[in-house]
């Protein structure tokens, strides 16, 4: 079964330091792996995802996120974090080979940045 | 294009009173997940529904139901309320089922049980 662990349950930065919100998964075959934010009161929010190719994926808002299969870790990163870059981060999972799986998610790190 | 929405955004119900929650998918988008947002728990899926076929279902209670329609909107249904299922419901939408395509979320609709 695949499952995605996020061992922190709190990250607090400093405005302009970089910041890293830490994903482990477990899956049987070849993940796909995404990260997601969420804002007081709203829906998820896509922020990148890795499925094949180059481990060093970029997304929104100037986040990336670097893919290590001997680590089977997705960790989350910012090289100068904004105050509005508080909110709750979701890492997820699917398996590539285990068929029509469900998504299954970390159970999110909430980030605080610090002015 | 609209995004996802579900209605109502917010509800209050007593305790053995059902439920019925709305979502509307990405215009061209067949698949509608649903998940329960809960401060102890995260996002814990509940189910998923592809051309009007459920095609994977999460580890609820049979009080929680689901359905899709022709066009795709989707409702899904607890009957029976307990305290325990306030939370927030966020349901998703994609093109396909089972693809890497990113999910699309909708707001929420946010269920306090008293």
């Known amino acids: 079964a695949q499952s995605v662990a996020q061992p922190e349950d709190q990250v607090n930065v400093a405005e302009g330091n970089p910041l890293t919100v830490k994903c482990t998964y477990s899956v049987s075959g070849n993940p796909y792996l995404f990260w997601y934010v969420q804002y007081p009161n709203r829906g998820l929010q896509f922020l990148l995802k890795y499925i094949t190719g180059d481990n060093l994926v970029k997304g929104s808002y100037g986040f990336e996120a670097e893919f290590n299969k001997s680590q089977t870790s997705f960790h989350l990163k910012k090289p100068s974090a904004l105050v509005s870059d508080s909110a709750l981060y979701f890492c997820a999972v699917r398996d590539l080979y285990s068929g029509n799986t469900p998504l299954v998610f970390g159970k999110g790190t909430r980030l605080s940045v610090i002015a | 294009k609209a995004g996802v929405t579900q209605t109502p955004r917010y509800l209050i119900k007593t305790r053995g009173q059902q439920v019925t929650l709305s979502c509307s998918p990405i215009?061209?988008?067949?698949?509608v997940s649903w998940y329960q947002q809960t401060p102890g728990q995260g996002l814990q899926f509940l189910f998923e529904?592809?051309?009007?076929?459920?095609?994977n279902k999460g580890n609820f209670p049979g009080r929680f139901s689901g359905r899709q329609f022709s066009n795709s909107r989707s409702e899904m249904n607890v009957s029976t309320l307990e305290l325990g299922d306030s939370a927030l419901y966020l349901c998703a939408s994609t093109e396909t089922s089972g693809s890497p395509n990113e999910q699309f979320f909708g707001p929420g609709t946010r269920l306090t049980v008293l």
């Open positions: 529904y592809f051309s009007e076929t459920q095609r």
């Open positions: 215009s061209g988008h067949r698949s």
